[in-house]
């Protein structure tokens, strides 16, 4: 069984940063990837950024530049650094695991950012 738990979410003003954790543990495989994905209220939930095992990255146009995504594969843990935020980054931010063909997902942190 796989479980993450992520942390690091809150209220925070227009311009503000956070960083946003996420904890694997369980039966983690060597290869795979971890990222960051949000869902908004009333909309779809959204890829933010995702990075491989070894540390390839990939983010929405919409976070280019703000956002960074980081592992630390001795901890199993991903964060995600977010700046300038705006209020339209505001959604529940979930982690996901995809391994050996299996998605697993965290339960959810929410950010809401001001204006």
């Known amino acids: 069984q796989v479980q993450l738990v992520e942390s690091g979410g809150g209220l925070v003003q227009s311009g503000g940063s956070l960083r946003l954790s996420c904890a694997a543990s369980?039966?983690?495989?060597?290869?795979?990837?971890m990222g960051w994905h949000r869902q908004a209220s009333g909309k779809q939930r959204e890829l933010v950024a995702v990075i491989e095992s070894f540390g390839s990255a990939n983010y929405a146009d919409s976070v280019k530049g703000r956002f960074t995504i980081s592992r630390d594969n001795a901890k199993n843990t991903v964060y995600l650094q977010m700046n300038s935020l705006k209020p339209e980054d505001t959604a529940v931010y979930y982690c996901?695991?995809?391994?050996?063909?299996?998605?697993?997902w965290g339960q959810g942190t929410q950010v809401t950012v001001s204006s």
């Open positions: 996901k695991l995809l391994q050996v063909g299996s998605n697993y």
């Open positions: 369980g039966s983690i495989a060597r290869i795979n990837v």
